[in-house]
């Protein structure tokens, strides 16, 4: 069982930056893949960013590509989200979520942590 706890959100303008935070209680979270997951009001939650157990493999939503980077600390449990150049459809609340690769998916999520980019 891995409880997951996001913070870092914000209200921000457009092409500043933030930096989530995502942190994790439990031993087996340096074992997990981890994700970041935004749902903007009205939209379907999509995924931004993933990022392998060991931190070597990386992948990104093209809508942020380039501008958005996943991170890992596992000695921290902690995962991060550094988002650049924010726009205002970046609106939206950021959820992380586990996946233990137990063929179950991303099954644990953190409550989110919401962030409005004004234009």
């Known amino acids: 069982q891995v409880h997951l706890v996001e913070s870092g959100g914000g209200l921000v303008q457009a092409g500043d930056s933030l930096r989530l935070s995502c942190t994790a209680s439990g031993r087996t979270f340096s074992t997990y893949i981890m994700g970041w997951f935004r749902q903007a009001p009205g939209k379907e939650r999509e995924l931004v960013a993933g990022?392998?157990?060991?931190?070597?493999?990386?992948s990104y939503a093209d809508s942020v590509k380039g501008r958005f980077t996943i991170s890992r600390d596992n000695a921290l449990n902690t995962v991060y989200l550094q988002m650049n150049s924010l726009k205002p459809e970046d609106t939206a609340v950021y959820y992380c979520?586990?996946?233990?690769?137990?063929?179950?998916?991303?099954?644990?999520w953190g409550q989110g942590t919401q962030v409005t980019v004004s234009s």
């Open positions: 979520a586990g996946d233990s690769r137990s063929g179950k998916g991303y099954e644990y």
């Open positions: 990022i392998s157990w060991s931190g070597g493999s990386t």
